[in-house]
């Protein structure tokens, strides 16, 4: 219930829509659309996980997790908007930089299998923690992990539960009924634009944090 009431709240809400795009970018294969949704859940899990069992270790030496969710909360909202904003440019105008041989062809091939971009959004999404993800997790979550029994095991939950809302759209793109399979063979005829697109939904997401973050 934490994951989802999480996962619906503005901030995480909006980076799970952009997420869905990226996910969409690869619309023509299904079966990379599925796997890039789990890669994304997985990176949400690390996350989650990793930094779960350090607070509940520090939780139960007895100290105060205020200073921890204070400085991730300020700096993961300042860090998230200027680096979806350099996704997103990436993105539009990464085809006409004039990379090195080796960055340029592996960048390519990153970019065609989407796999490592996936697992790196969901890290970084999850380490973005606004006011109402912060307290979820820090005033909620972390709690009772440390005072449930298997508690390293909550945040697990937890991360799943706040990736469903991507993890629905993957399956509905893989496993298609024929309505969204008609809507698959359309999607086709403007593939070329779906970087302009996804890309533009990264700014408009990066400019939406800074704005809420810096002014």
């Given at each position: ?5 999480t996962?619906v ?6 980076t ?14 299904r ?6 949704g789990?890669?994304y859940?997985l990176g ?12 509940i ?11 921890i ?5 300020t ?7 200027p ?5 997103g440019l ?6 006409k930089?004039?990379l090195p041989y ?5 960048g390519?091939?990153?970019?065609a ?13 999850a380490?973005?923690?606004c ?10 979550l972390?709690p009772l ?7 390293y095991f909550?945040?697990i ?5 706040t ?13 298609s ?12 005829l403007?593939?070329k634009?779906l ?7 990264f ?9 809420i973050?810096?002014?």
């Open positions: 219930m934490l994951g989802l009431m996962a709240s503005p901030c995480p809400l909006a799970n829509i952009t997420a869905i795009g990226y996910l969409g970018r690869n619309i023509e294969n079966s990379l659309v599925l796997r890039n789990l890669l859940t949400r899990i690390i996350a989650y996980t990793i930094l779960g069992v350090v607070l270790i520090i939780l139960n030496k007895g100290a105060s997790l205020f200073h969710q204070k400085w991730l909360a700096y993961g909202e300042m860090i998230i908007g680096a979806l904003m350099i996704i990436f993105m539009i105008f990464g085809d930089l004039s080796g960055i340029s062809v592996q390519e091939k990153i970019a299998r989407g796999s490592w971009g996936a697992l790196f959004l969901g890290i970084l999404f380490l973005a923690f006011p109402t993800s912060g307290v979820l997790y820090f005033g909620a972390i992990s440390a005072s449930s029994a298997g508690g909550l945040p939950v937890y991360a799943i539960a990736a469903l809302p991507v993890l629905i759209i993957a399956f509905l793109l893989a496993f009924i024929e309505s969204i399979g008609q809507f698959y063979g359309r999607v086709k403007f593939q634009w970087n302009w697109i996804v890309g533009s939904l700014l408009l997401a990066g400019t939406y944090y800074c704005l973050v810096y002014f």
